[in-house]
């Protein structure tokens, strides 16, 4: 099983709510990553888990909260969003060094 | 600092026709190369990638790649394009940084078929 799985797919949501975002993967990687991705740009790293571990945050604005409860899961937390934080969200995985990553399909966020 | 370069943000090519997408990197020791494709809406597919060893690598599809440690370049190949190819190509280090690992992107170069 080579797969990253994003859930939801879709999700529109107002700027007083609180949503999640969820992705799971079961190929024993222990590192995992959330992209960010705007309309014809190369996805942006936002957060690094490195065994279970916040290891990069790149600066990213509070109202994004990542959570990895296991090395499986790794969730993106969200609250208080912008309109401008209207994007596709990748995840992804790989082992902690020398591999390639495997991306999920992504989740599209707008923000209203 | 690391870095990834795609020269060409834009190409288009006839269907059968032979590829090249261009890709430079920075990086201070031995790099991690990779490159992906990315169908509109979708998610990144590896393509391929160079760790070490035989500097011309082959991928899925079709596609191989050379690395050229001299020119710091990882470009992409292709004998024959299909309409299928039409998508957006990302180029890729992987970086060791505070201990970690990560993955830097090029800007991308979108890939246009024309029958």
């Known amino acids: 099983d080579t797969e990253v799985t994003q859930t939801p797919k879709h999700l529109v949501m107002g700027m007083t709510n609180k949503k999640s975002l969820k992705c799971e993967q079961h190929m024993g990687h222990r590192a995992m990553y959330w992209y960010k991705q705007k309309a014809k740009k190369p996805p942006e790293l936002m957060f690094v888990?490195?065994?279970?571990?916040?290891?990069i945050n790149e600066s990213v604005p509070s109202r994004f909260s990542p959570e990895c409860p296991n090395s499986s899961l790794l969730n993106l937390h969200l609250h208080a969003l912008q309109p401008e934080d209207s994007a596709l969200y990748l995840c992804?995985?790989?082992?902690?060094?020398?591999?390639?990553?495997?991306f999920g399909q992504g989740t599209r966020l707008t923000v209203v | 600092a690391q870095s990834v370069t795609q020269p060409d943000i834009h190409i288009t090519v006839s269907e059968g026709a032979s590829l090249e997408l261009r890709c430079n990197y920075s990086?201070?020791?031995?790099?991690?190369l990779f490159w992906y494709v990315q169908s509109p809406g979708q998610g990144l597919q590896l393509l391929l990638k160079y760790f070490s060893g035989d500097t011309l690598v082959q991928g899925i599809k079709g596609f191989e790649a050379e690395f050229k440690r001299s020119q710091s370049s990882f470009n992409l190949r292709k004998p024959s394009v299909h309409w299928s190819d039409a998508a957006e190509y990302f180029c890729?280090?992987?970086?060791?940084?505070?201990?970690?690992?990560?993955?830097?992107f090029g800007t991308g170069t979108r890939l246009k078929v024309l029958a």
């Open positions: 890729a280090v992987g970086a060791h940084t505070s201990g970690t690992y990560k993955y830097i």
């Open positions: 990086y201070g020791a031995t790099p991690y």
């Open positions: 888990y490195s065994y279970e571990k916040l290891s």
């Open positions: 992804a995985s790989s082992q902690v060094a020398r591999s390639e990553a495997f």
